[in-house]
Each structure stands twice: as C-alpha cells, then as structure tokens.
C-alpha cells in the first residue's frame, strides 16, 4: 500500500493545478499527510502537511499563501491546490504520511510532474 499523487502537469507563470493524493482504506486517519516536491540537482523538501487528528496544516515559507492542502475523508484523498505558480515551482511532487517519530510510513511513490514554464 501507498499513496498516489496525480494531478501534476504544465503551466505558465501565475496558473494553477491541482493535484490529488489517494490512500487505500482509512490510513490518513492515522498519520499526518504531507507534501514534498523535488527539484532536479536538489533534495526533496517538505511543502505542506495535515495532522491526522484535528486537520492543522502546515506550509513552507515558499507556498504559504499560494497553496493549500484539503482532505475528503470519504474518499480518502487529500488535495494540493496550487496558485499563483511560480517557475521554481516546478518539480517532481510526492505525497506521503510519517509518524510521530518522523519515520516515513509508505515507500516513495512516482510522484507527479509540476512544470511551471513561459
């Protein structure tokens, strides 16, 4: 079992995606949810994340005010809007759950490609 991020895509400057990040069953009723992106030549850094008890959210520095994470819990996916895209946006974006200890509890999946380009 993992999450799957989609959504991904290309836009220009200021557009918007957003992208979708389905769990088997009822796994984000236990762990935090995050977002991460990769950049080429960079290390995967954390955008955004979601409590699992009372849905408190999180946003790097980078994204806050142009992102926001929400969640279905019917459907067991959580979502990134994204806006006002920026070119050092882009990047490979993956979604994941960790622990209260900071362990990561899926392997990485694919991930989806964000491309922010004129």
């Known amino acids: 079992v993992q999450l799957q991020a989609s959504g991904g895509g290309s836009v220009q400057p200021g557009g918007s995606l957003r992208l979708s990040c389905v769990a088997s069953g009822r796994t984000l009723d236990y762990y935090t949810v995050a977002w991460f992106r990769q950049a080429p030549g960079k290390e995967r850094e954390g955008v955004s994340s979601?409590?699992?008890?009372?849905?408190?959210?999180y946003y790097s520095p980078s994204v806050k005010g142009r992102f926001a994470m929400s969640r279905d819990v019917a459907k067991n996916t959580v979502y990134l809007q994204m806006n006002s895209l920026k070119p050092e946006d882009t990047a490979v974006y993956y979604c994941?759950?960790?622990?209260?200890?900071?362990?990561?509890?899926?392997?990485w999946g694919q991930g989806t490609q964000v491309t922010v380009s004129s």
């Open positions: 994941n759950q960790y622990r209260p200890d900071g362990t990561y509890v899926w392997n």
């Open positions: 979601m409590s699992s008890s009372d849905e408190n959210t």
